[in-house]
Nanobody, 127 residues
Framework: QVQLVESGGGLVQAGGSLRLSCAAS????????MGWFRQAPGKEREFVAS????????YYADSVRGRFTISRDNAKNTMYLQMNSLTPEDTAVYYC????????????????????WGQGTQVTVSS
């Protein structure tokens, strides 16, 4: 089973940028479709982005498309989320997760499609 640790969260002003990292343990990181989710206070956890095993395929939620970029470095067992043009609406705890299925699909946007989760990293965007 893959273990995940997120980092890179923090406090940033609106319009700023942050890059989140998700470090994975285990030798089979490159076998997994991965994703980012977030949960704002009082709201359900929501899908942010996903990436295929090779990194060739990505998919984004409408709310972040064009501002966020998901990527991965399989040699470093690490996935990233570059977040630009941040707004207060992006304030949330961000989680990385491993998809249950090895084959990539843009339809994997529900929590039930993902198994292992990290502990989350807080992102706060001030206005």
């Amino acid at each position: 089973q893959v273990q995940l640790v997120e980092s890179g969260g923090g406090l940033v002003q609106a319009g700023g940028s942050l890059r989140l990292s998700c470090a994975a343990s285990g030798r089979t990181f490159s076998s997994y479709t991965m994703g980012w989710f977030r949960q704002a206070p009082g709201k359900e956890r929501e899908f942010v982005a996903s990436i295929s095993r090779s990194g060739s395929w990505t998919y984004y939620a409408d709310s972040v498309r064009g501002r966020f970029t998901i990527s991965r470095d399989n040699a470093k067992n690490t996935m990233y989320l570059q977040m630009n043009s941040l707004t207060p609406e992006d304030t949330a705890v961000y989680y990385c997760a491993v998809a249950n299925n090895l084959v990539y699909s843009e339809s994997y946007r529900s929590e039930k499609d993902f198994g292992s989760w990290g502990q989350g990293t807080q992102v706060t965007v001030s206005s």
